[in-house]
């Protein structure tokens, strides 16, 4: 009866051993490698090794992208500017999937506030703004101060845009159906070799699902999926001459801004695995 029982111990104790060095190796593994095998098994999807947990990119040569979350898998094709002179006379990119539902108009004004000229002219208003609205001046003094002077320092004027159409297939990496907005995908700019900016102005998308008066100001870039799912699809982005100037020669990039920078001219743009150079996509669809 004790052999019995010393037996029965033996094997309880080489069991525990064996879930314990499991979870010693399960652990010793990087969150990256816990990720890709999860996925892998549960619904197919199979993420580039290239892809570490050091939040390096895939090689721009591939022309495949992952977003910060590691939830979207970007594969960008081809992609066509149009300058907004023409944005009316074009008919592939239907009014119903622009963001307003409505073609841009080419002649939109935009208000200009000369708050430098203004600041001087009045050093109480530059010190209200400077203190946080701390200084002298009330709250109810600033807006009336406001009102009465903002339109001798206001001009209006159509800055020149350019708006670029990114074709791209979208895969919706993870275990389960879920929602993810798809436009943290952003345009970088870079002058004289230097990143002078971003642009996260979505202004296109032709696989909308959210299109009621209700929710199509906040979710129209939004998309319900299932993982492993790939939608080919067009988004677009406006860019105007407040981010580049469109007079000296620059270069547009595709990619994310990291989760770990917040100066975002910091990037390399020429070397940095996070972004593809957009003049490496074939330029028509």
Not at 159 to 179: M, N
Request: with cysteine; hydrophobic share 35%; glycine share 4%.
């Amino acid at each position: 009866m004790r052999e019995k029982a010393d037996t029965f111990t033996i094997i309880i104790l080489a069991i525990a051993v064996i879930i314990f060095v499991a979870i010693v190796e399960n652990n010793s593994k990087s969150p990256m490698e816990r990720f890709r095998e999860r996925n892998t098994s549960n619904s197919g999807i199979e993420i580039s090794k290239d892809y570490e947990a050091n939040d390096e990119r895939i090689d721009k040569s591939s022309r495949l992208l992952i977003d910060p979350t590691n939830t979207l898998q970007y594969e960008l094709i081809s992609y066509e500017i149009i300058d907004d002179i023409d944005i009316a006379k074009q008919t592939k990119y239907p009014a119903e999937f622009f963001y307003e539902g409505e073609i841009p108009d080419p002649n939109s004004l935009t208000v200009y506030i000369d708050y430098d000229s203004m600041r001087q002219d009045y050093p109480e208003f530059a010190e209200y703004q400077d203190s946080f609205g701390m200084s002298g001046m009330t709250d109810e003094e600033y807006l009336n101060f406001w009102e009465q002077h903002v339109s001798e320092y206001s001009t209006s004027k159509h800055p020149k845009t350019k708006y670029i159409f990114l074709r791209c297939k979208i895969t919706f990496l993870g275990g389960a159906r879920f929602e993810k907005g798809i436009n943290d995908l952003r345009v970088f700019v870079m002058c004289n070799n230097q990143t002078t900016g971003e642009v996260e102005l979505n202004c296109y998308f032709d696989h909308p699902q959210h299109t009621g008066e209700d929710d199509r100001n906040e979710f129209f870039i939004y998309s319900f999926n299932k993982a492993g799912e790939t939608i080919d699809c067009v988004v677009g982005f406006e860019i105007t001459e407040d981010t580049i100037d469109f007079s000296k020669d620059y270069s547009l990039y595709l990619g994310f801004e990291p989760l770990s920078l917040d100066n975002i001219t910091q990037i390399d743009l020429l070397t940095d695995k996070r972004f593809v150079a957009m003049d490496t996509l074939e330029e028509v669809f």
